[in-house]
């Protein structure tokens, strides 16, 4: 979106609908802000009123932030379990035989509906005890890793909520990740255990997890040692009923642990600053980063984020739509709602098969009141056809969220007018792995939106616009979006690397935390995000670090260079582009292209597989050898190249360069 348009579109206000804010726990701007300047103002007095009304303990803190520099440790002194807030706290109340998961598989084809299955808090809490002691029974003890790579099944919260239970820290990878990124992982974090299945279904066809593992288990790095050494068992779920390899000694069969344990399972005593889990995230280096949040301070966040973002009621039956190998998958399918004790729904399959009509159908079938989806998602169903929505009654939705990247306005107003009905306001949700829960967003009570904009920040969190030197920008000024202070969910570094947490995220500003995104701010306060500004692409709502991709392709045979860039498109946000110079005496062919791109889906996954490959016969490089990306990215836009391009080492590689993309 370029400035005029969104100047335009800023004169669009939606103020909350009316009978909306009446009950809503924040009605209006004005109690927003008393609270927002309380929590800013006297923000130890704030976040302990919100942990005790909140959270329940086992012991009380004793301090509410001990604020080290960039360090933050949260409610020092207590002691909780996030199982017990998310499950046994609503077992003696109404809460107690209420769905907590709603969960529906992918269905095999338009006349074969999908397998169906709902857990009770009380179900729920049943399945946690048992596989907890599952976890124990398997060697599994407080302050030890288990990775979990799982479809979309209610097993997967089970698994995570079980480690939970028992003091483990658990880091969830998404299924379509590659055994090359399992192993990546495993390594990382040294993980014990890991919990899997025989396969998940996705359009259709059986994902290999369990395959995955067994290949990532057999993988070594340069000096001859199995990356996976730390793992001693490996927990195989039954989903897919498909043939898979058991290692006696090492795999075990969930269904069968089950039969040697029994549902009593009392949960630790976990210290407030205690890991809750690993999530691994990319960065601008070709290593993934692990994300590790703690225990009280991240709980706190997604509860509350969840109960005022989505101004949950009693009745909700609440849709997220993000895969647990996400970070919005933990704090929004997972952790905020069921210490919510909301209804969460889990959806295996993809959004368009058998029909591209498949989220409209569960929403219809369950009732779904708050639904939350990524802008990525919403162009695709724009594409689709409102014929698709039309088909269903969406009645019963009155809230609606977008999280991952910025929504064009175009997006918003489809998502608003044709999902909504007109009578749903829309949240805008701006946060990151590293900031555990939601941190700018309108409250869909009390703020006026405007299409296209996150809007303000929520309770306690204080963002601001920057310029180089880290001063603030004004209105309307483009700068680097930080965060001043610290908050409880936010991250608490990077698993074994300290040095690189502060590196990454406290050297770019003095005093600031750095997101890495571009925002501005308009007069009335609204943040507005442009996207990253680091080497970190955003594909189809998913964060993609381009070194990452890069290493994944020079680690193949013909390649000698690689230059990876995001180029903008109307589905994904951005697509990726590869820049390839092959090796002497290899041929650029559109198989070769074919197989690069194969290359990295093996490498990461589909996800980060290049949209395009273009070979060059050199990369345009500055006299000190470095990449020049803005070319890069000019010529893959199509765009004219301007700017200076003084420094270029070689003028000659830019008109060769642009030649290239016809082999
Ligand atoms: C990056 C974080 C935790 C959310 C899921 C992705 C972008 C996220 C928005 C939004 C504009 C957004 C940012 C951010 N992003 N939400 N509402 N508007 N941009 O989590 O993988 O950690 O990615 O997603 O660029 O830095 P993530």
């Known amino acids: 979106m370029n400035a005029i348009e969104s100047v335009l579109h800023e004169e669009r206000l939606f103020p909350p609908p009316k009978e909306f804010s009446a009950q809503a726990h924040i009605k209006s701007l004005a109690q927003y802000k008393r609270m927002y300047r309380?929590?800013?103002?006297?923000?130890?007095?704030?976040?302990?009123?919100?942990?005790?009304?909140?959270?329940?303990?086992?012991?009380?803190?004793?301090?509410?932030?001990?604020?080290?520099?960039?360090?933050?440790?949260?409610?020092?002194?207590?002691?909780?379990?996030?199982?017990?807030?998310?499950?046994?706290?609503?077992?003696?109340?109404?809460?107690?035989?209420?769905?907590?998961?709603?969960?529906?598989?992918?269905?095999?084809?338009?006349?074969?509906?999908?397998?169906?299955?709902?857990?009770?808090?009380?179900?729920?809490?049943?399945?946690?005890?048992r596989f907890a002691n599952v976890l124990k029974r398997n060697g599994v003890r407080r302050g030890d890793r288990v990775l979990i790579y799982l479809?979309?099944?209610?097993?997967?919260?089970?698994?995570?909520?079980?480690?939970?239970?028992?003091?483990?820290?658990?880091?969830?990878?998404?299924?379509?990740?590659?055994?090359?990124?399992?192993?990546?992982?495993?390594?990382?974090?040294?993980?014990?255990?890991?919990?899997?299945?025989?396969?998940?279904?996705?359009?259709?066809?059986?994902?290999?997890?369990?395959?995955?593992?067994?290949?990532?288990?057999?993988?070594?790095?340069?000096?001859?040692?199995?990356?996976?050494?730390?793992?001693?068992?490996?927990?195989?779920?039954?989903?897919?009923?498909?043939?898979?390899?058991?290692?006696?000694?090492?795999?075990?069969?969930?269904?069968?642990?089950?039969?040697?344990?029994?549902?009593?399972?009392?949960?630790?005593?976990?210290?407030?600053?205690?890991?809750?889990?690993?999530?691994?995230?990319?960065?601008?280096?070709?290593?993934?980063?692990?994300?590790?949040?703690?225990?009280?301070?991240?709980?706190?966040?997604?509860?509350?984020?969840?109960?005022?973002?989505?101004?949950?009621?009693?009745?909700?039956?609440?849709?997220?739509?993000?895969?647990?190998?996400?970070?919005?998958?933990?704090?929004?399918?997972?952790?905020?709602?069921?210490?919510?004790?909301?209804?969460?729904?889990?959806?295996?399959?993809?959004?368009?098969?058998?029909?591209?009509?498949?989220f409209w159908r569960i929403i219809?079938?369950?009732?779904?009141?708050?639904?939350?989806?990524?802008?990525?998602?919403?162009?695709?169903?724009?594409?689709?056809?409102?014929?698709?929505?039309?088909?269903?009654?969406?009645?019963?939705?009155?809230?609606?969220?977008?999280?991952?990247?910025?929504?064009?306005?175009?997006?918003?107003?489809?998502?608003?007018?044709?999902?909504?009905?007109?009578?749903?306001p829309i949240v805008d949700t701006w946060w990151q792995t590293e900031t555990g829960s939601i941190m700018i967003t309108p409250l869909p009570g009390a703020t006026p939106t405007k299409p296209g904009s996150a809007t303000l920040p929520f309770f306690g969190v204080a963002p601001e616009v920057v310029d180089d030197q880290g001063r603030p920008v004004s209105p309307n000024v483009g700068g680097k979006l930080v965060i001043r202070r610290p908050w409880p969910s936010m991250l608490r570094g990077l698993w074994g690397d300290m040095k690189r947490y502060q590196e990454v995220y406290w050297k770019e500003v003095p005093h600031a935390y750095f997101t890495g995104d571009g925002c501005r701010r308009d007069k009335d306060g609204y943040f507005w995000i442009v996207g990253r500004i680091d080497d970190v692409l955003n594909v189809a709502g998913h964060r993609i670090g381009t070194a990452e991709v890069e290493s994944a392709l020079v680690s193949h045979s013909a390649v000698a260079e690689a230059a990876v860039v995001g180029r903008p498109d109307d589905l994904k946000g951005q697509a990726l582009v590869a820049f390839v110079t092959l090796k002497s005496g290899i041929k650029p062919t559109r198989d070769l292209r074919e197989e690069l791109r194969q290359h990295v889906t093996k490498e990461i996954g589909a996800i980060a597989r290049?949209?395009?490959?273009?070979?060059?016969?050199?990369?345009?490089?500055?006299?000190?050898?470095?990449?020049?990306?803005?070319?890069?990215?000019?010529?893959?836009?199509?765009t004219e190249i301007n700017g200076d391009t003084t420094t270029l080492e070689d003028f000659s590689v830019l008109t060769r360069l642009s030649q290239a993309e016809e082999d």
């Open 38 to 129: 309380e929590s800013i103002e006297q923000p130890e007095r704030f976040w302990a009123k919100q942990a005790e009304n909140e959270l329940v303990w086992f012991k009380r803190w004793k301090r509410v932030l001990q604020w080290k520099e960039p360090v933050a440790r949260w409610f020092d002194g207590g002691q909780l379990n996030v199982s017990v807030n998310c499950l046994d706290r609503h077992l003696d109340t109404p809460v107690g035989n209420k769905a907590a998961i709603i969960w529906e598989g992918e269905p095999d084809s338009v006349s074969k509906p999908g397998e169906e299955r709902v857990l009770t808090y009380k179900q729920l809490h049943r399945e946690v005890c």
């Open 151 to 358: 479809p979309m099944v209610p097993e997967a919260a089970v698994a995570m909520l079980a480690c939970a239970r028992i003091g483990a820290i658990h880091s969830v990878v998404f299924g379509g990740f590659s055994a090359h990124a399992v192993a990546d992982r495993v390594c990382d974090c040294g993980a014990k255990v890991i919990v899997t299945a025989d396969g998940g279904y996705r359009r259709g066809t059986i994902v290999q997890l369990k395959k995955n593992v067994d290949e990532a288990l057999k993988m070594t790095d340069e000096r001859g040692r199995r990356l996976g050494r730390t793992v001693e068992k490996v927990i195989v779920l039954r989903r897919a009923y498909n043939e898979i390899h058991i290692e006696e000694g090492r795999d075990v069969w969930w269904h069968r642990e089950l039969e040697y344990v029994t549902a009593d399972c009392p949960p630790e005593k976990m210290n407030s600053e205690d890991p809750l889990f690993i999530l691994y995230t990319s960065g601008s280096t070709g290593k993934p980063k692990g994300i590790f949040h703690t225990t009280a301070g991240y709980l706190l966040g997604a509860k509350m984020t969840t109960k005022y973002v989505f101004d949950l009621r009693d009745t909700d039956v609440f849709w997220c739509t993000a895969d647990v190998g996400w970070v919005t998958g933990h704090s929004y399918v997972v952790y905020g709602p069921l210490a919510n004790g909301a209804t969460t729904v889990m959806y295996e399959g993809a959004p368009n098969w058998p029909e591209p009509d498949r």
């Open 364 to 424: 219809e079938k369950y009732d779904v009141t708050v639904f939350y989806t990524a802008p990525t998602a919403i162009r695709a169903f724009m594409k689709w056809g409102e014929e698709w929505p039309r088909k269903h009654d969406l009645s019963t939705l009155r809230l609606l969220g977008s999280v991952g990247e910025p929504i064009n306005p175009e997006a918003w107003m489809w998502y608003y007018e044709v999902i909504g009905g007109k009578r749903c």
């Open 610 to 638: 290049p949209d395009e490959v273009r070979f060059a016969e050199a990369l345009p490089k500055t006299r000190s050898g470095k990449i020049m990306r803005r070319l890069l990215k000019s010529i893959a836009a199509g």
